[in-house]
Nanobody, 115 residues
Framework: QVQLVESGGGLVQPGGSLRLSCAASRSIFSFNAMGWYRQAPGKQRDLVAI???????TYADSVKGRFTISRDGAKNTMYLQMNNLKPEDTAVYYC?????????WGQGTQVTVSS
């Protein structure tokens, strides 16, 4: 069983930055993959960024060059640094971990980009 807790969301103006955190209840090195997804109102949940066990990282085209995924193994925490935010980045952001062929999700954190 894995618990994931996101934090760091909020309201930010266009062009601003936020850093999301995802704290895991066990070592993040035990996960086959760990990443971030987002879901805007009325839309499906989409991949934002994901890091695999082999350290390969995939980003959605819409966030490349603006978002960066990173992790701190000592804190069992993954981060999503979001720069140059745009109104279309507004969504609930979810942390995801793949562990022993099971997908685990956090509760989500709201990110709103608006002037």
């Amino acid at each position: 069983q894995v618990q994931l807790v996101e934090s760091g969301g909020g309201l930010v103006q266009p062009g601003g930055s936020l850093r999301l955190s995802c704290a895991a209840s066990r070592s993040i090195f035990s996960f086959n993959a760990m990443g971030w997804y987002r879901q805007a109102p009325g839309k499906q949940r989409d991949l934002v960024a994901i890091r695999s066990r082999d350290a390969s990282t995939t980003y959605a085209d819409s966030v490349k060059g603006r978002f960066t995924i990173s992790r701190d193994g000592a804190k069992n925490t993954m981060y999503l640094q979001m720069n140059n935010l745009k109104p279309e980045d507004t969504a609930v952001y979810y942390c995801n971990a793949l562990f022993l062929d099971n997908n685990y999700w956090g509760q989500g954190t709201q990110v709103t980009v608006s002037s």
